[in-house]
């Protein structure tokens, strides 16, 4: 695709063994278009399945490769500041001002504390923990390796995080 497009890349992973349309997931998922504009974006060839055009009927399966050539567009203002308070070569602690969203969602993808730290210190993957709201102020750890991460979400279930 073109520049002035962000490229939103996934896996499918299906809920609850209901078979999904790929236009259902895109509803599901991505709340902040209608059904009418996911169509005109797959009309545009804009979502790919498996290096596939997406069709709105198609039925997905699990680990389908989805990308969404997303037309670039200016997102809203964030406060970009966070500062390291602990950093291994497994986790990344962070405290986050308010006013910054901690992962891509609706309008937001790259003012977002996740892509802001990858692309500052030059990292490929950082995986998620748990989550602050945009509004909240505080301390956010990231995993930098996979199976870290698991780990860490295995201890969050488990309440001894």
Same mark, same amino acid.
């Given at each position: 695709?073109? !520049? ?5 890349? *996934? ?5 609850? +063994? ?8 895109? %509803?599901? @998922? ?14 545009? &060839? @804009?979502?790919?399945? =498996? +290096?596939?055009? +997406? ?14 050539? @997303? ?7 964030? =406060? ?9 070569? !497994? %986790? ?20 977002? %504390?996740?892509?802001?730290?990858? !692309? ?11 989550? %602050? ?10 995993? &930098? ?10 201890? *969050?279930? &488990?309440?001894?995080?």
């Amino acid at each position: 695709m073109t !520049s002035g497009h962000t490229e939103l890349s *996934f896996h499918y992973m299906r809920l609850g +063994g209901q078979v999904e349309t790929l236009l259902q997931f895109l %509803l599901r @998922r991505f709340r902040y278009l209608d059904d009418q504009q996911w169509k005109e974006n797959i009309d545009a &060839k @804009r979502i790919w399945v =498996d +290096g596939k055009l +997406g069709k709105a009927n198609l039925k997905l399966h699990d680990n389908q490769k989805i990308i969404y050539f @997303r037309p670039d567009f200016l997102e809203p203002e964030v =406060d970009p500041q966070f500062d390291i308070i602990y950093e291994d070569d !497994s %986790l990344i602690a962070l405290c986050k001002s308010g006013n910054l969203p901690t992962s891509p969602s609706g309008k937001y993808y790259k003012n977002t %504390l996740v892509n802001l730290v990858k !692309s500052r210190f030059g990292m490929k993957k950082l995986y998620t923990l748990h989550r %602050l709201d945009r509004e909240t102020s505080g301390v956010i750890i990231f995993a &930098k390796r996979h199976e870290i991460a698991q780990t860490m979400a295995a201890l *969050f279930r &488990k309440k001894r995080i």
